[in-house]
């Protein structure tokens, strides 16, 4: 069941730009970890990037200088700014939240997240 409102994403050659949004609204305030994690066919759901609320940032050595994380608290939104996409990024992205999951590079894990977007599409083409 999905508790968070997911936008953006969509189709997009090798170098673009993409920016994916989130929607936290009724649990914002609440939450000690957001993340986006994606999942290709497959595959299994691996974490791509996670902030906490300090505003603490970690990305996974794959998107790192790539991809950048960030949260903004007045609207209520968590972000994810993809650059210099690569077709291996294609997949589909999920963001989740949680009250009490580890949210650090090396700890992340989808198993310890309570609430998640409805997931969203991200092709990359060479």
């Known amino acids: 069941q999905e508790q968070l409102v997911q936008s953006g994403g969509g189709s997009v050659q090798a170098g673009g730009s993409l920016r994916l949004s989130c929607a936290t609204a009724?649990?914002?305030?609440?939450?000690?970890?957001m993340a986006w994690f994606r999942q290709s066919p497959g595959k299994e759901r691996e974490p791509v990037a996670a902030?906490?609320?300090?505003?603490?940032?970690s990305h996974t050595d794959s998107v790192k200088g790539r991809f950048a994380i960030s949260r903004d608290d007045g609207r209520k939104i968590l972000y994810l700014q993809m650059k210099n996409l690569k077709p291996e990024d294609t997949a589909m992205y999920y963001c989740?939240?949680?009250?009490?999951?580890?949210?650090?590079?090396?700890?992340?894990?989808?198993?310890?997240?309570?609430?998640w977007g409805q997931g969203t599409q991200v092709i990359v083409s060479d």
């Open positions: 009724a649990y914002h305030d609440t939450i000690y970890c």
């Open positions: 989740a939240a949680d009250r009490w999951a580890p949210c650090y590079e090396g700890s992340l894990s989808s198993r310890d997240f309570s609430f």
């Open positions: 902030i906490d609320s300090a505003g603490t940032t």
